[in-house]
Each structure stands twice: as C-alpha cells, then as structure tokens.
C-alpha cells in the first residue's frame, strides 16, 4: 500500500509539473503571436482545470479508504 502511494504522489507531481510547464509555453507562446491569444487562454484554463481535478481526487481517495476501514 505505501508503495502504492508513493506512485499516485509521483504521478500527481508529474502532472502538475508538466501543466506548469505547458502553461509557460503558451504564455511564452502568447507573447509571439497575440493574435491567438483567445485560443490559448482556453487551453491555459482547460490546464489549471485539469490539474484542480487531478489534486482533489487524492483527498477524495483519502477519504473514501478512511471511510470504509
């Protein structure tokens, strides 16, 4: 079960520190090209939603486990 843990805080780190990295590129993207801003906007909320989602399903996890043992 620890080891368990360990690989879903892995993953929920690697997707956090990738959607920081793909939300830099686009703002880095969005200083090149204004004129797609609006597109990349959309993408750049679509991210940070992504990666609320990923962060609360652990706590949800938690305390689903919590619940029935």
């Known amino acids: 079960m620890k080891t368990l843990?360990?690989?879903v805080n892995l993953m929920l780190g690697l997707i956090n520190v990738?959607?920081?990295t793909r939300i830099?590129?686009?703002l880095i993207?969005?200083?090149v090209?204004?004129?797609s801003s609006d597109g990349i906007n959309k993408r750049i909320r679509f991210i940070l939603k992504i990666m609320i989602i990923a962060t609360c399903i652990l706590p949800l996890k938690q305390?689903?486990?919590s619940y029935f043992q």
């Open 24 to 26: 830099i590129y686009l």
């Open 33 to 35: 090209d204004p004129d």
């Open 63 to 65: 305390v689903a486990l």
């Open 5 to 7: 843990n360990t690989l």
């Open 29 to 31: 993207q969005a200083q």
């Open 18 to 20: 990738g959607g920081i």
